[in-house]
């Protein structure tokens, strides 16, 4: 009976443990998502996260940066990607999103119609890639900057997808998984999405008909 008793009481307590293990992995997948990221940052190796198992030699410093860190999470997006970018010319954050589309994750971008086509824009190589891109049609800049990554997490701030913005301006970066402020934001990519949507345009000035 005794070694019985013993029993029960081992076997009682590896349930516990894996119970508690259970609720530790819950609840390391439900952290919230807070992260706030600064720049201008040193320019920094991308390769190595945009090409796993390459062990690269180049002469950019290897070490962590808030670039990477923001690459990791666009990097992370398994169901889908939104874009939301007044310019985007980064080449490194390119490549991620391509990344991303070659991998199967659907992306859609929004962007400005009077810097899609500005040098150095990456706007061509994912329409190339066959990512769907709808632009302003309208007089004002469309000039938010966000992504929603998985309609679940949030990126938004100051900083246009450039590099003059990564390694010379003073930007931020707000990374959440806030439900409201992700639902808001989805809202608005939603909305815009259907303004833009290219049946609808009109390149003629109000009250001016098109000539035959």
Known sequence: MARLAVWRGLLGAAGLLLALEG????WRRRRPVREALFFPVQLTCTEELLSPGLRCCCPLPHTDSALLRLMRRLLGARSSLELCLFTFSSPPLARAVLLLHRRGVPVRVI???DYMAASGSQIGALRREGIVVRHSQTSGFMHHKFAVIDKTILITGSMNWTMQAIQVNRENILITD???CV???LEEFERLWEEYDPSTYDFFPEG???TK
């Open 111 to 113: 962007t400005d119609s």
């Open 178 to 180: 806030d439900r409201a």
């Open 208 to 210: 001016l008909e098109a």
């Open 23 to 26: 609720v530790f992995r819950y």
């Open 183 to 185: 639902t808001a934001y």
